[in-house]
C-alpha cells in the first residue's frame, strides 16, 4: 500500500488511515493540510510520531516543536497534546496498546 496515494486530505478535519491495529501495536497515517489541526488529545500509552511528508509543529504543556521530514518524535502517555500542519502534512503514529 502506498501511503500517501490512499491517504485522501480534505479540509473537514484530518484525514486518518490505519495501517496496522492488532492487540500489541496500533498504527495510523495522518494527513493535514496546511495549517490545519490535529485538536488537543491524549494518548493512554507512549507513541511516536513520525513525518513522512511535510512539516508538523507539536505542542505539549506551552511548548513547541517543529518535526521535519524523516524526523521522529516521542510522545508520552497521558499528556495533552496537539498537531499543527506548518505545510501539508503526512505522518505516522505508532502506538503500543500494552502500557
Not at 490545519?36 to 511528508?53: D, E, F, G, N, S
Not at 497534546?81 to 501539508?88: G, L
Request: charged fraction near 25%.
Amino acid at each position: 500500500m502506498n501511503i500517501l496515494d490512499n491517504l485522501q486530505l480534505n479540509d473537514e478535519k484530518p484525514a486518518v488511515l490505519t495501517i496496522r491495529n492488532t492487540d500489541q501495536v496500533l498504527i495510523l497515517a495522518i494527513g493535514l493540510k496546511k495549517a490545519q489541526v490535529l485538536q488537543r488529545h491524549v494518548t493512554p500509552t507512549q507513541a511516536t510520531l513520525i513525518v513522512l511528508k511535510g512539516v508538523v509543529s507539536f505542542e505539549m504543556e506551552g511548548e513547541f516543536t517543529r518535526v521535519e521530514l524523516a524526523e521522529t518524535f516521542e510522545i508520552p502517555a497521558n499528556v495533552p497534546h496537539e498537531v499543527t500542519a506548518i505545510e501539508e502534512s503526512v505522518f505516522l503514529v505508532v502506538k503500543d496498546k500494552i502500557a
